[in-house]
């Protein structure tokens, strides 16, 4: 274990870099082939050794830049990118549209996503019943194994989920990206406590109509995965609402401030994964002996989980997505990713290496089948 | 005492590392585990209630549902009970249903399923309107809005 190092840099050499790599390398490969690789279909061959290449080459990168967020985000808007096609693939090629009709509610056959979750929970505890029309086990994103893999991610990432788990995530992060500078310079960050009075009316509103209402009424990402047929003025008006939040909080917010704003926002399962920031072991720290105040960290933060007091203190507030931005940006390498109970500049590469590992395996996994997919359906345009 | 918050943080991340790593290897279990639980399961408003009629005809079976009347906190005053036809459906249905069984039939549906068009005949002050009417993957599916006696 690594004592105090001052400014130390992340960056490390090729050969310890593969050798860092080397765990996640067969991991994945275990993981992504099921242990029984099968090479008998070219198109799906070719596009399994991508994914699986470009996977790991993207976490040696992380080793041997030092770097995180920008590879990070290539990752996480990848996925955001694939999962949304795999989706619409999944349900052009089962009802010939992207559009839901009153049958495939009636017959419990939509696609769980984790956004559901906060709504489940009152009504399991009143009710002791699921009210989403998915199925709880079997079939494409059941239920059960969105929750197991949500509440897990949850336990050992935190808010590190919104940034390493979620697969809608990567559109906003995209978008925040796009510009090199912010058009609208202030944004006033008492907005970041609105996904809790989301959070608060979707949970009261769906135990009591005992139906999802974010997701009927509210979700931005129905503009990009599947929503309700358009029948009449409700369903129309429905359609209206998630193409706007869709492109003012996904497109347009984002873009003008460089900020996740559908995240920061608008998400109530973001607000759940703020409060389960208290119980991850990892966290984001800053070395009070390094920092110099420049707050350029609170700038390029794009969840507003970091103020000018944040940064006097040497913590980052509950909202830290730990998305590794202010990480990469700080000029004197004073922030980094830490252990709880670890003090700031303490264990620096174990606690890195530590998390880089748990958050890389969880993404890896969780995105390659629809990477995957979307390789496949284009090596399949040219073999 | 930062020693002990040190180690005790050191452990902790260690652990979430290991269930990181078993997650996916164990992830069929953990979901079955999961799906095991008494709250794990959908709610009749959703699934339509339980079968408790079923009358074998020519090319469909046509089934009865429990009226469901499920509310966030005991049961509403307002509910639905569900009819599925399942098979080869006719062009015409028309059906005589007595869903509470006391032998009494409390309403006819009507269904014209080409032209998509239901029409409904109460028998039993109970019964109110037609909420969904629509073809699904199996044959036909008719909910009925009712009120609750109780």
């Known amino acids: ?383 | 005492m930062n020693k002990i918050k040190m180690t005790t943080g050191i452990i902790w991340a260690l652990v979430c590392l290991f269930v990181m790593i078993i997650l996916y290897f164990s992830l069929g279990n953990f979901s079955a585990g999961l799906a095991k639980l008494p709250f794990m399961k959908l709610n009749p408003n959703l699934t339509g209630g339980e079968i408790v009629q079923q009358r074998v005809m020519d090319n469909c079976t046509l089934m009865i549902r429990q009226p469901v009347f499920d509310g966030f906190l005991g049961e509403r005053r307002k509910g639905f009970v569900q009819i599925d036809w399942k098979g080869n459906i006719p062009g015409k249905i028309r059906d005589t249903i007595d869903y509470n069984m006391d032998s009494s039939p409390d309403f006819i549906i009507g269904i014209e399923t080409a032209e998509n068009t239901a029409n409904l005949e109460a028998l039993n002050p109970v019964v109110r309107n037609i909420e969904i009417s629509t073809r699904t993957s199996f044959g036909w599916v008719a909910r009925v809005n009712i009120i609750n006696e109780k």
């Not at chain 1, 105090?4 to 840099?9: R, Y």
């Not at chain 1, 860092?20 to 399994?48: V, W």
């Not at chain 1, 041997?64 to 920008?70: C, P």
């Not at chain 1, 510009?179 to 809790?196: C, E, L």
Request: charged letters at 15%; a positive charge; one cysteine or more.
């Open chain 1, 1 to 383: 274990m690594d004592e105090t190092i001052k400014n130390q840099t992340m960056k490390k050499s090729f050969g310890k870099s593969l050798l860092y790599t080397l765990p996640m390398f067969l991991l994945t490969f275990i993981l992504l082939t099921g242990g029984k690789p099968d090479f008998s279909d070219r198109a799906g061959t070719y596009a399994l050794l991508t994914t699986f290449l470009g996977l790991n080459v993207l976490y040696f990168l992380m080793h041997f830049t030092g770097k995180t967020d920008k590879l990070r985000a290539v990752l996480f808007i990848v996925f955001a990118l694939t999962l949304s096609f795999t989706l619409i693939k999944n349900m052009v090629d089962l009802r010939h549209t992207m559009m839901y009709s009153q049958a495939d509610i009636l017959e419990c056959k939509m696609p769980f996503c984790h956004l559901v979750i906060p709504m489940l929970i009152l009504p399991a505890a009143f009710t002791q019943s699921i009210i989403y029309p998915g199925s709880i086990l079997q079939g494409f994103a059941s239920i059960s194994s969105m929750v197991v893999l949500w509440l897990a991610a949850s336990l050992i990432l935190g808010r590190g989920f919104c940034s390493w788990g979620c697969f809608y995530g990567g559109w906003d992060d995209g978008f925040s990206r796009l510009r090199k500078k912010r058009v609208i310079r202030k944004v006033n960050d008492i907005w970041k406590w609105m996904p809790f009075a989301v959070l608060l009316m979707v949970a009261i509103t769906s135990a009591l109509a005992l139906s999802p209402t974010y997701c009927d009424w509210i979700c931005p990402f129905k503009a990009v995965t599947e929503f309700e047929q358009v029948t009449g003025v409700e369903s129309a008006a429905k359609a209206g609402i998630f193409i706007s939040l869709f492109g003012g909080l996904v497109v347009v917010l984002p873009v003008l401030t460089k900020k996740r704003t559908q995240c920061s926002y608008l998400c109530p399962l973001g607000a759940i994964n703020t409060l389960s920031n208290k119980v991850t072991p990892f966290t984001v720290k800053i070395d009070r002996q390094l920092c110099n105040d420049c707050l350029k960290c609170v700038q390029v933060c794009p969840m507003f989980a970091l103020t000018k007091e944040d940064v006097e203190k040497g913590n980052v507030s509950i909202f830290c997505s730990k998305c590794g931005k202010c990480i990469d940006t700080c000029p004197n390498k004073a922030i980094n990713y830490g252990i709880k109970g670890v003090p700031a500049g303490r264990m620096v590469k174990f606690s890195r290496n530590t998390f880089l590992f748990a958050s890389f395996l969880f993404i890896a996994v969780f995105s390659a089948g629809s990477i995957i997919t979307v390789f496949k359906s284009l090596f399949n345009l040219f073999i």
